[in-house]
């Protein structure tokens, strides 16, 4: 009987060994998100201080990321 759970690490290294032509591009890719992940530690955490909170919890969400609810824009 296969178990529905799974490890997080065994799927991401499946999906790293199923990407093929494109590992050759992983570096290229992760370099060009480093700017863009560095940058959004201090607006997560300026956003917190924002809204009141925490500017521990701001830094959370700036590594666990945004809902779509959360980046959708305000009407208005």
């Known amino acids: 009987m296969m ?36 940058s959004s530690v201090p607006d997560g955490m300026a956003a917190a201080v924002l809204a009141g909170v925490n500017p521990v919890q701001g830094l959370y969400a700036s590594f666990v990321g945004r809902s779509r609810a959360g980046s959708a824009p305000i009407p208005g």
């Open 3 to 38: 178990h529905a759970i799974r490890s997080p690490v065994a799927a991401v290294g499946r999906w790293l060994r199923g990407i093929g032509p494109e590992r050759s591009h992983l570096r290229a890719d992760i370099v060009a998100g480093l700017p863009g992940a560095i």
